[in-house]
């Protein structure tokens, strides 16, 4: 064969490859024929065909991950993208690229079977004794629960549900099969990748009882016993969007659940990370939204950081894992993914093993360093010895042990890699100290070990000259990085915040100490939202983007650009980055740092996984995952972080922008106020203030602020009523209500206070929910601090107390301050429209995007 014919030949092998590649894309609007959601023995699924249940829910079919070498049957939703899938077949044996031009799958002699290229079974349903009795009348079918079933006739023969992968689906089961002697549970995938089976598991082990465990051996949580509602340790109770299922009889014991709105995707997983998460599909937003993750706190997955990765969820401003010293990460880019299952692996190797006195340390010597205040690795080996010197020589002298730890006259060692380690709190009595074995080169200066009944470690002064010099030369180091580093931040110190004078300068005494968040590069930025790209986009606030980021070690962050066109957001990211930074509460967004170079102004919060609350409530098919328990605990938690602001926190802050789109859930759906562009701080005991420029959002705002320019502590109470009756009747307050008087909610809910129908106002989905005395109070409590007289409005306090209390006789509410409309009015109902009043005489409204 001459040159030219082989490059030819090379040349239409690759264009074929190509194209095979093309027509094999997962992406479910890609596959390019159907066989209905039925497949009899007459058909076959191959590359490029797919079965579709009959309402289009979801569709089968052959699928591939990563670098598309291996292809996979499975099942996914047919409408949402990226692909999501919630069942693998050949979660084991997947089928190779080359093999796919004839790999198949259909029914033989009463089985499902996948055949690869070359016409052998890597996957069957394996129906015991069935193929010999087969009438070839057995068809599969693809249902819009996401479960394929196989039937003969009217009997089940076989059915995924029984055989579930990751993914825990409405009908589906975990239980345990008493016939055959099976279990049914999840097992993780082992990466975002490769389906195949991971580390983690979840499954019943005992009647009642779900346990999460990792390689399978280890259990490292647990949901408690069924109580005949709900688990001890699990708050995944029934509720207006599924109800929980236990079934125990002669044939199989199992949970199981069922969705009360099947129009509301929602799916159990067991992720690569080792946790149950809770997922619904939120159209509004066309992502998948976390309900609830458990165990609540990653550290108590086994192993999550992997081998010599230590976890911490104490701080929320640092990464939750790390190598331990003398370690590094074994993949980078996993760990800025936010993937720490990989681990750490070694600097530098072990030198030395078997010949060494713990005595006489010399730096060609393996030694220890110390981590105290640790969760201890399982699976050690316990001797008794009478000092820490001995246990210590005892590791040092075997090759295989890695670490060692003495309490008591006990010695703790382990051999090979070490799994499952946590930092915790100095307060935590259940830490002790680990001592882990690196290369003498990890080491600055010999060590030497004494014995643990003087309670400490120190370092033997073996050339005391070259300490001294090193002492000295370190000091010398530390002075001159610490004047260059206050130089450095003044220099980053942006111009305004020296400024003296002006009407929005909120700078004092305190604030000349410096900002109380750290500084970021834009370079960082860009970075970690990948160039403010499309796809990382949140929304839009009302002065700016809003993107999703992710910093380096994988912490996730929620990253607010100030548009470069809007003259009303310099003041209000001054604000912020000054104010918000000295506010510490459970209840109000955290800001984590800021940025500003050139025509660029930032602001880095953390990252709120459930977005807004009008993002739940105004939702047609959402609110109905807010219950009135979740309701009433996101209403104290606003009054909480209110409180706050306004009596507990070393400034008094008014926030003057209090609205449901300002108020953020994070993963178990907890409020957090956020938004403190226009907040204003008042001195000592003065609760009110004045303003020439009316800065608010329609509907929210108070009487006297809207009309007069005067702020107070009352106005937030104002905007926290209105914001209290949107949560319990899910419905905006700019909406209109009633066609001839066409009143806002305010209106609307005064009328039926009136008419004693109250209950009327409650959202329809909470009403088997709710109490009906507290839903009364609550509405009751939301009229007082609407009430026209700012005066006699209740303080934040008396509101906690209202809430709280059990048995307090409530004030009657007077007028709202409401207004009546015309139905031209109505028109504009947008939620987030801004009220700018330069003077009692002359209003103006702004419309502008939603924050």
């Known amino acids: 064969m001459d040159i030219k014919n082989t490059i030819l030949l090379l040349f239409l092998q690759l264009l074929l490859f190509s194209c095979f590649s093309l027509?094999?894309?997962?992406?479910?609007?890609?596959?390019?024929?159907?066989?209905?959601d039925r497949l009899d023995a007459e058909k076959s699924i191959t590359i490029g065909v797919t079965m579709v249940s009959s309402g289009g829910i979801f569709e089968m079919?052959?699928?591939?991950?990563?670098?598309?070498?291996?292809?996979?049957?499975?099942?996914?939703?047919?409408?949402?993208?990226?692909?999501?899938?919630?069942?693998?077949?050949?979660?084991?044996?997947?089928?190779?690229?080359?093999?796919?031009?004839?790999?198949?799958?259909?029914?033989?002699?009463g089985n499902l079977v996948l055949l690869n290229g070359s016409g052998l079974s890597v996957w069957s349903t394996n129906i015991i004794n069935y193929s010999s009795t087969s009438t070839k009348?057995?068809?599969?079918?693809?249902?819009?629960?996401?479960?394929?079933?196989?039937?003969?006739?009217?009997?089940?023969l076989w059915q995924s549900f029984d055989h579930p992968s990751d993914t825990f689906l409405f009908g589906s089961k975990l239980g345990y099969n008493k016939r055959t002697k099976t279990k049914q549970g999840l097992t993780s995938w082992k990466n975002s990748e490769d389906p195949s089976p991971g580390l983690f598991s979840f499954e019943m082990e005992t009647i009642g009882e779900l346990i999460l465990r990792w390689n399978k051996t280890v259990q490292y949580w647990s949901t408690g016993p069924w109580n005949g509602h709900t688990w001890a340790n699990a708050p995944l109770k029934s509720n207006p969007t599924y109800n929980f299922s236990y079934i125990n009889n002669t044939d199989e014991v199992y949970f199981t659940y069922f969705i009360f709105n099947p129009s509301v995707l929602t799916r159990f997983i067991i992720d690569v990370t080792g946790e149950i998460k809770t997922l619904t599909w939120l159209n509004s937003t066309k992502q998948w939204n976390m309900f609830l993750t458990l165990p609540e706190k990653p550290c108590d997955v086994y192993g999550y950081c992997g081998a010599y990765g230590a976890c911490s969820d104490s701080s929320s401003s640092t990464p939750l894992c790390g190598c331990l010293p003398g370690f590094t990460p074994k993949s980078i880019k996993d760990w800025n993914l936010n993937k720490f299952s990989g681990g750490c692996v070694r600097k530098t190797s072990l030198k030395s093993c078997g010949n060494s006195s713990a005595s006489t340390y010399t730096l060609e010597e393996d030694k220890f360093w110390m981590h105290p205040h640790m969760r201890l690795p399982v699976d050690n080996h316990t001797q008794s010895f009478e000092s820490a010197l001995e246990c210590e020589s005892i590791c040092l002298k075997n090759c295989s042990c890695t670490a060692y730890a003495y309490d008591d006259n006990k010695c703790l060692t382990w051999e090979g890699d070490l799994f499952n380690l946590q930092q915790l709190?100095?307060?935590?009595?259940?830490?002790?100290?680990?001592?882990?074995?690196?290369?003498?080169?990890?080491?600055?200066?010999?060590?030497?070990?004494?014995?643990?009944?003087?309670?400490?470690?120190?370092?033997?002064?073996?050339?005391?000259?070259?300490?001294?010099?090193?002492?000295?030369?370190?000091?010398?180091?530390?002075?001159?990085?610490?004047?260059?580093?206050?130089?450095?931040?003044?220099?980053?110190?942006?111009?305004?915040?020296?400024?003296?004078?002006?009407?929005?300068?909120?700078?004092?005494?305190?604030?000349?100490?410096?900002?109380?968040?750290?500084?970021?590069?834009?370079?960082?930025?860009?970075?970690?939202?990948?160039?403010?790209?499309?796809?990382?986009?949140?929304?839009?606030?009302?002065?700016?983007?809003?993107?999703?980021?992710?910093?380096?070690?994988?912490?996730?962050?929620?990253?607010?650009?100030?548009s470069t066109e809007s003259s009303q957001g310099i003041n209000e990211f001054k604000n912020e980055v000054v104010l918000i930074a000295r506010l510490q509460h459970r209840n109000l967004v955290k800001l984590m740092g800021y940025?500003?170079?050139?025509?660029?102004?930032?602001?880095?919060?953390?990252?709120?996984?459930?977005?807004?609350?009008?993002?739940?409530?105004?939702?047609?098919?959402?609110?109905?995952?807010?219950?009135?328990?979740?309701?009433?605990?996101?209403?104290?938690?606003?009054?909480?972080?209110?409180?706050?602001?306004?009596?507990?926190?070393?400034?008094?802050?008014?926030?003057?922008?209090?609205?449901?789109?300002?108020?953020?859930?994070?993963?178990?759906?907890?409020?957090?106020?956020?938004?403190?562009?226009?907040a204003r701080i008042v001195q000592g005991n003065v609760t009110e203030a004045n303003t020439n420029k009316v800065v608010g959002t329609y509907g929210y705002m108070s009487p006297e602020y809207a009309l007069n320019g005067l702020f107070s502590i009352k106005s937030d109470v104002f905007s926290f009523g209105v914001v209290m009756l949107e949560i319990i009747c899910g419905k905006r307050n700019t909406g209109f209500y009633h066609r001839e008087e066409a009143l806002n909610l305010l209106g609307y809910a005064w009328r039926l206070w009136n008419e004693e129908n109250a209950m009327s106002l409650v959202d329809a989905s909470l009403l088997e929910s709710c109490n009906e005395e507290d839903a009364l109070k609550c509405i009751n409590i939301a009229l007082l601090c609407v009430q026209e007289d700012a005066g006699i409005r209740p303080s934040m306090p008396d509101v906690t107390i209202m809430l709280s209390s059990k048995n307090t006789s409530l004030p009657k509410p007077?007028?709202?301050?409401?207004?009546?409309?015309?139905?031209?009015?109505?028109?504009?109902?947008?939620?987030?429209?801004?009220?700018?009043?330069n003077s009692n005489n002359e209003l103006t409204v702004t419309l502008e995007d939603g924050r």
Not at 23 to 36: E, R, V, W
Not at 137 to 156: K, M, P, Q, T, Y
Not at 832 to 837: D, E, F, N, T
């Open 595 to 678: 940025c500003i170079q050139g025509n660029e102004k930032i602001l880095l919060y953390e990252y709120m996984p459930n977005k807004s609350l009008d993002t739940f409530i105004f939702d047609e098919r959402h609110h109905v995952l807010l219950d009135w328990k979740k309701r009433l605990d996101i209403i104290f938690g606003i009054a909480r972080g209110l409180l706050y602001l306004h009596h507990d926190s070393r400034l008094r802050i008014i926030h003057r922008d209090l609205k449901t789109s300002n108020i953020l859930l994070d993963k178990e759906l907890n409020p957090k106020i956020s938004d403190f562009g226009l």
């Open 23 to 36: 027509a094999a894309n997962t992406n479910s609007t890609n596959q390019n024929f159907s066989l209905g």
């Open 814 to 837: 007077n007028k709202p301050a409401f207004t009546a409309r015309t139905r031209a009015c109505s028109t504009s109902t947008s939620p987030s429209s801004k009220l700018y009043i």
């Open 61 to 109: 079919g052959f699928f591939t991950l990563g670098n598309r070498s291996n292809y996979y049957i499975g099942i996914w939703y047919k409408q949402i993208t990226p692909q999501t899938t919630v069942w693998v077949a050949n979660r084991e044996t997947p089928v190779s690229f080359t093999e796919m031009d004839t790999a198949q799958l259909k029914i033989i002699q």
């Open 137 to 156: 009348s057995e068809v599969a079918i693809l249902r819009d629960d996401g479960n394929l079933v196989l039937n003969n006739g009217s009997n089940s």
């Open 425 to 562: 709190s100095q307060d935590d009595i259940s830490g002790m100290t680990i001592y882990v074995k690196l290369a003498a080169s990890e080491f600055s200066v010999p060590k030497v070990v004494e014995d643990q009944t003087h309670k400490s470690r120190r370092l033997k002064v073996a050339l005391p000259t070259t300490i001294a010099t090193s002492l000295l030369l370190c000091s010398f180091i530390y002075l001159f990085c610490r004047t260059r580093r206050a130089r450095t931040k003044e220099n980053l110190r942006p111009s305004w915040l020296n400024t003296e004078e002006g009407e929005n300068n909120i700078i004092n005494e305190e604030d000349e100490k410096g900002i109380e968040v750290p500084f970021f590069s834009l370079e960082s930025i860009l970075a970690a939202t990948n160039n403010f790209s499309d796809e990382n986009k949140l929304g839009r606030g009302g002065f700016g983007p809003v993107y999703k980021g992710k910093l380096e070690g994988g912490r996730e962050i929620a990253v607010k650009r100030l």
